[in-house]
């Protein structure tokens, strides 16, 4: 539940916030702008890049069908498990939204070995950490457990435990029910909630990735048969990868996953195949009502490309481009050049279906027509010109030199090689991957630019005060209004 | 260039750790500070890290909100906006440009208490991060439509954070009710109106008492040759004159005399939270890593008391947060809860009241006092996994403490602690005259939103 947006006490306010989720004209048309971004380019830049090699994990397929990667880096004491079972809210059925999501949240409710406080005080007295979610927009399931290496054995039994031996018991089940139902009530009151919800209808149309949330009919509805169902029928190896990183020796700890994981009985499963995403649907605007707020939040965006398409890396390139950072278009134009806003940006999505990309800012509500003429011109301008050479050298450059940083996050490489797997991309993917950046040329990248950025076919959702943001909408297109319980407005 | 000291002795590098040792003998690795002063009175902390070919770079900032009067609240924040928007060889926007296309990360952030600029890069930027900060340390380019540009961006900033949030003015007033010094007492982000306010000359002035090198302190780690990287720092930094010290601000609190207490109502929340918040004294006192203690029995975990009671048995709220804020100057213990629609924020309260009455009577157990040990422990071993984060937390560490080496000790604070000490700081802090008590409750709207007009 993404309610904690403030921090307490000492709050730490930072230049900016890079957007990781989803999350009228009082001033009229800027003409000349006032402050606009300078290059001087009198500081020292070193023009190499580092080559790096990615460190690669150990693979290996255990005979129940479960795949084991095993990463190892030696700096801390720390060793972290992160297990991805291949089904999530996508595999929900069309009249239980959330039933994964309840599977994976009662994971740690209690198992045959322990009850919920008992796996509290056994997680906590280690001072690990163990975490199960299946989130919405996803089809994937990820129970993770890591913690000081002394405990790894401990940490590994506890993860097992939770994913292999739930029982949901019911006076926890009871318990789950009312908090998820009070969940369901204060997210509506989340403008990103609304923002995201409301686009992902307005993108995925019928599609299983149109569902963002349950409700309080599926919430209530849940019993114990139904989460054990779902758990006996996709908790099985064959469907997951198991991912290792930190200080640990890969023989060692394919021992340690025999031990608690080898008795884990496969099955096949027939997963219902997802299909394509529907044709996509005529540009409009939907506007969520929110009395009160004193910003416009603007989603704007379409469907994406599917993670193991080649097209893929032209996405990455157009949208580190348009809006991947504070030194990216929709950034320096609406925040540093206009002063609409304190973030602009986009991003893209990656998953077995053509997941969506969206532009996402909030503005002060004065200037919503401002900020959607911004938008509108920015999207307008990477299709219609070419992007400049420099600036999308800038962009590839960026890309590749980024992969430095991450080698001293064991997690975030182990992260790289399990996208390999979960995607079935080539094993040699992030070798070739500077390549494969060093080819979206300029020609490439309007080509994507043109077919993401499809203007015909934009869904753009604007969350605000509908009394003071209607009529300035209505200006870009059909406006469709809702409230904040996802209710048609006339 | 005076040598103050290198701490330390231990190799950074870990060998692999199988079977051996206990979790009880498992320590903090230590880290090797190279400390050394600048004749300008810049302050330089290196620490090698060979684990991967970058480094991180902090510059923290003698001066956060506390350094704020009346009628310029925001305003060091807002400044640290400024020092984005172009000094005298670095463009506005260039700085993100930079970094961010030369594969880096970067931020800024300000807080009651300081201000740092940080940046991660690969090692072979080392010049480009010192250029920058250094450049922007000498002289600003501050011109009236980038200030303009700023407050602007600064006022969506709380916006986005706190007027368009539930709860938003809940957590600005709660520190407001608590404290009654100036310092702590206003919001770091500020008034709008002080923001409207700010002028060029307010700029000017703050940057020339507070941003000199003897004000600041540079942390750099990461893959980096001391010998070598000190020679780049006094390439950059050696000529910057230093300027008279700032002015030292009174942070001490007044007595207090009874519990402080107010109610919102709010028409941006669904449900109702409760926050307290009992003053506890600076964050190198003596008492404060057994407040630490409590914090984390109350509150870490769902193994924690307050979790349990308050979520598991009563089903009072969706979740809790605890948190000792480790400050300068005298802190404030917070405890919130996000209560289920319905629920009366003094139901909540009465339980929260009793789990610290609980503690004062009994203590904590010594099972209890063993696990915040062990996640302490782990909490302050996993922070080290970045050397940014490394960087940033000892900046802090000597603006805040004037102890670069507690990065290294805090563990061995913590585990001093004992049960007993616990106890004793629940009774003395965790009571009604140091209490400031805020509840925040859904307010009825006045029109239906499904009217449509």
Known sequence: MRMKILSLGLVTLTIFCPTTLLRAQGEGQHGASASKVVRLGRAPVSKDILKVTLPRPVVTKLPNGLTLLVLEQHKLPTVAFSLRIQSGAMTDP????????????????????????????????????????????????????????????????????????????????????????ANLEQQRS?????????????????????????????????????????????????????????????????????????????????????????????????????????QTNILAGDYGARRADADYISLVVMNRVLGGGPQARLFLNLREDKSYTYGAYSQIGDDTYRAAWYANTEVRTAVTDGSMHELMYEFNRIRDQQVPENELDESRHAIVANFALSLEQPQRLLNYWMLVQAYGLPQDYWDRYPEHVAKVNQEVVQTAAKKYVDLAHLQVVCVGDRKQIEDVLKKYGPVEVYDADGKRMP | MRKLCALGALPTLLLSLTAGLTAAELRLPALNLNDTKLENGLRVIIVVDHTAPIFGIDVAYNTGSRNERPGRTGFAHLFEHMMFEGSKNVGKGEHFILVMNNGGNMNGTTNNDRTTYFESLPKNQLDLALYLESDRMRALEITQSNLDNQRNAVQEERR??????????AFLDIDNLAYDNFAYKHSTIGEMSDLNAANLQDVQDFFRVYYAPNNAVLTLVGDLDPAETMVKVNKYFGGLPAQTAPPAIDLSEPEHYGERSETIMDPLARAPMLAMAYHIPQGDAPDFYAIQVLEHVLGAGQSSRLYQHLVKDKQFATEVQVQADKRRGPGLFYVVAFLRPGVKPEDAEKVVREDIASVQKDGITNQELEKSRTQFLRENIQSRQSDLFTAIQIGDDVVNFSDPNLINTVVDKFDAVTADQVKNAAQKYLIDTGLAVVWDLPAPHAEKSAAGK
């Open chain 1, 190 to 294: 989340d403008p990103d909630f609304l923002g995201e919800e409301r686009f992902r209808h307005a993108v995925y149309g019928s599609f299983p990735a149109a569902v963002f949330a349950a409700t309080r009919e599926s919430v209530s509805g849940i019993s114990q048969a139904q989460l054990q169902a779902f758990h006996d029928r996709y908790y099985v190896p064959s469907n997951a990868i198991l991912g290792v990183a930190g200080d640990v020796k890969p023989s060692e700890i394919k021992d340690l996953v025999l031990k608690y994981f080898g008795g884990w009985k496969d099955h096949p499963i027939d997963k219902a195949k997802l299909g394509d995403v529907p044709p996509p649907s005529a540009f409009k605007i939907y506007l969520v009502d929110r009395p009160g707020s004193v």
């Open chain 1, 94 to 181: 069309k009249d239980m939204p959330g039933l994964a999501m309840f599977t994976a949240d009662m994971l740690k409710e209690g198992t045959t070995h322990r009850t919920s406080s008992q796996l509290a005080s056994d997680v906590d007295n280690i001072g690990s950490s163990l975490n199960a979610s299946a989130r919405f927009s996803s089809d994937s399931t990820q129970i993770s457990a890591s913690g000081l290496v002394t405990n790894t054995d401990r940490i590994l039994e506890l993860m097992s435990d939770a994913t292999l031996n739930p029982n949901f018991p019911q006076d926890e089940l009871e318990k789950y029910k009312k908090r998820q139902i």
């Open chain 2, 160 to 169: 986005l954070g706190i007027d368009n949030q539930p709860y938003g003015k």
